[in-house]
């Protein structure tokens, strides 16, 4: 399955100038990539947090037919395209492991599959790095982050995660996985789950990054 030339016209990149560490777009069409405030305040617990493409237009309508509509036949366009621009900065991370935001067991039931772990194996074939499917896991209930503001994500993350088994990821350099960045509540929380079980550095790859 291949995406047509119109959907592809309307999925717009996310091109710098960004934040050299959480990937937000800056305004202005000119300069460099730079740290933003927050990242300046509050720094991450990633590196870095790359998309490829802006959460909007058809891109927004690809992932929610993928991810609600169950039409799994997408990611693999959508895996493609997502790795084809962020070739480069896998090349240089240079992560040992590929792991991805886990689903809690009743929402996987729900859903049937976990579209991170299937975006996730799309770029374990392409740039050759061993994905982890389940040894990051969601440990408790969360509310679906969409309705959420900031402060409410993070406390709805928060403690919701564990590592299985610490030996897998221990000095690792990690990509975490899933399909879109918006706050970042929730691959914060990751990191710091996987940091704490012993990972030595964790970069965040998304398809798509929300605007908030």
Not at 7 to 15: G, I, S, Y
Not at 27 to 45: I, K, M, Q, R, W
Request: glycine share 8%; net charge positive; hydrophobic share 40%.
């Amino acid at each position: 399955m291949q995406l047509c030339p119109a959907c592809l016209a309307k999925a717009p990149p996310l091109l710098s100038p960004k934040c050299s560490c959480c990937g937000h777009p800056f305004e202005s069409p000119l300069g460099t990539d730079h740290l933003c405030g927050p990242c300046v305040t509050d720094p991450a617990p990633f590196s870095s947090a790359r998309a490829a493409l802006l959460f909007e237009g058809s891109t927004r309508e690809l992932i929610h037919q993928f991810k609600y509509g169950k039409r799994v036949l997408l990611r693999r366009p959508l895996g493609l395209l997502a790795a084809a621009y962020l070739d480069d900065c896998a090349g240089k991370f240079g992560a040992d492991l590929i792991v991805p935001v886990p689903l809690h067991g009743k929402r996987l039931r729900q859903r049937g599959f976990n579209q991170a772990i299937l975006l996730g194996e799309i770029f374990s074939q392409r740039w050759g790095v061993p994905l982890s499917r389940n040894n990051l896991r969601r440990i408790r209930w969360t509310e679906p982050q969409v309705n959420l503001g900031a402060a409410e994500r993070a406390a709805n993350v928060k403690g919701a995660f564990a590592v299985n088994d610490a030996k897998e990821i221990a000095g690792c350099k990690i990509f975490l996985v899933d399909d879109v960045y918006t706050t970042g509540s929730t691959v914060k929380e990751c990191c710091r789950v996987l940091l704490k079980g012993g990972a030595a550095e964790i970069a965040v790859l998304t398809v798509a990054r929300g605007i908030s």
